[in-house]
């Protein structure tokens, strides 16, 4: 059983900011592949980050690539999204995601069936 508690999100502008940051509560948190998903109204959950277990490579969706950075940290059992340069489809209900020992070949898993623990989502609005 994994505990996921997201924290952060809120309202923001076009062009502007927020940091996510998701904590884990697991002891196996170094094997776990983690990741960031977001669902927006009317819309399927879809992928925005993961990395691997190191934190060495992330990935992105094409959609986010260059303005989110995904990062993970094993010591505090912790992933983190910081978003820039905010757009207002943007604006979604974003999930932390958890799967232990799931090594996901190295490159990350992108599909949601993939992971077995989600956060209670946490809403991010983008007003223009």
């Known amino acids: 059983q994994v505990q996921l508690e997201e924290s952060g999100g809120g309202m923001a502008q076009a062009g502007g900011s927020v940091r996510l940051s998701c904590v884990a509560h697991?002891?196996?948190?170094?094997?776990?592949?983690m990741a960031w998903f977001r669902q927006a109204p009317g819309k399927e959950r879809e992928f925005v980050a993961t990395?691997?277990?190191?934190?060495?490579?992330?990935y992105y969706s094409d959609a986010v690539n260059g303005r989110f950075t995904f990062s993970r940290d094993n010591a505090k059992n912790t992933i983190s999204l910081s978003m820039a340069n905010l757009r207002p489809e943007d604006t979604a209900v974003y999930y932390c995601a958890a799967d232990p020992y799931n090594y996901c070949s190295g490159k990350g898993c992108y599909g949601a069936d993939e992971y077995k623990y989600w956060g209670q989502g946490i809403q991010v609005t983008v007003s223009s």
């Open positions: 697991t002891s196996t948190f170094k094997t776990t592949a």
């Open positions: 990395s691997n277990w190191s934190d060495l490579d992330r």
